[in-house]
T-cell receptor, first 113, second 110 residues
Framework: NAGVTQTPKFQVLKTGQSMTLQCAQDMNHEYMSWYRQDPGMGLRLIHYSVGAGITDQGEVPNGYNVSRSTTEDFPLRLLSAAPSQTSVYFC????????????FGQGTRLTVV | TQLLEQSPQFLSIQEGENLTVYCNSSSVFSSLQWYRQEPGEGPVLLVTVVTGGEVKKLKRLTFQFGDARKDSSLHITAAQPGDTGLYLCAGGGHNNDMRFGAGTRLTVKP
């Protein structure tokens, strides 16, 4: 049972480059979300989705886009990478949002130089 | 300011000691969750507390939800090196999105 799969695990980008972080889950969860984790800041919500075709902004959405064309996939796009986006990114899924268990991927460590 | 404030931010203790970490907010939550995260991994759920005043035990870990459902605590009895990790509390935001506190980084020395 794969759970939540994130790719890539590590990535180095140059300032101004764009890229997509992939996230897929095989638990048929409706709710998916993206977080970034920085030292001393915990997990901050970037974007989330309550189902296919529906996305919404979290706490720190600027510089990121998402789409949810299928229940399984929730990619995160960095439009023009900046050093401030250097972070560890986690994708999570849950069956019904905040009151249900969130399952996390292993994270993507992104460095923007 | 974060929706959920956790304290202390760092805690370093000797094996066998007891400890309590806190998760506080000015908002009322329908539930709060506690996660533990180890280096290089995503957080993993420890417990969900739902009812005000509720106490849940998970071996040496005791979780309590405040009567007003605005805060929670995690108490560890006789801490062991295997308890080392980042402890995160999480609760629902305005639109059922899940928000996390900044976490308490616990180190238990043998």
């Amino acid at each position: 049972n794969a759970g939540v799969t994130q790719t890539p695990k590590f990535q180095v980008l140059k300032t101004g480059q764009s890229m997509t972080l992939q996230c897929a889950q095989d638990m048929n969860h409706e709710y998916m979300s993206w977080y970034r984790q920085d030292p001393g800041m915990g997990l901050r919500l970037i974007h989330y989705s309550v189902g296919a075709g529906i996305t919404d902004q979290g706490e720190v959405p600027n510089g990121y886009n998402v789409s949810r064309s299928t229940t399984e996939d929730f990619p995160l796009r960095l439009l023009s990478a900046a050093p401030s986006q250097t972070s560890v990114y986690f994708c999570a899924s849950s069956s019904q949002g905040a009151d249900t268990e969130a399952f996390f991927g292993q994270g993507t460590r992104l460095t923007v130089v | 300011t974060q929706l959920l404030e956790q304290s202390p931010q760092f805690l370093s203790i000797q094996e066998g000691e007891n400890l309590t970490v806190y998760c506080n907010s000015s908002s009322v939550f329908s539930s709060l969750q506690w996660y533990r995260q180890e280096p290089g991994e995503g957080p993993v759920l420890l417990v969900t507390v739902v009812t005000g005043g509720e106490v849940k035990k998970l071996k040496r870990l005791t979780f309590q939800f405040g009567d007003a459902r605005k805060d929670s605590s995690l108490h560890i009895t006789a801490a062991q090196p295997g308890d080392t990790g980042l402890y995160l509390c999480a609760g629902g935001g305005h639109n059922n999105d899940m928000r996390f506190g900044a976490g308490t980084r616990l180190t238990v020395k043998p």
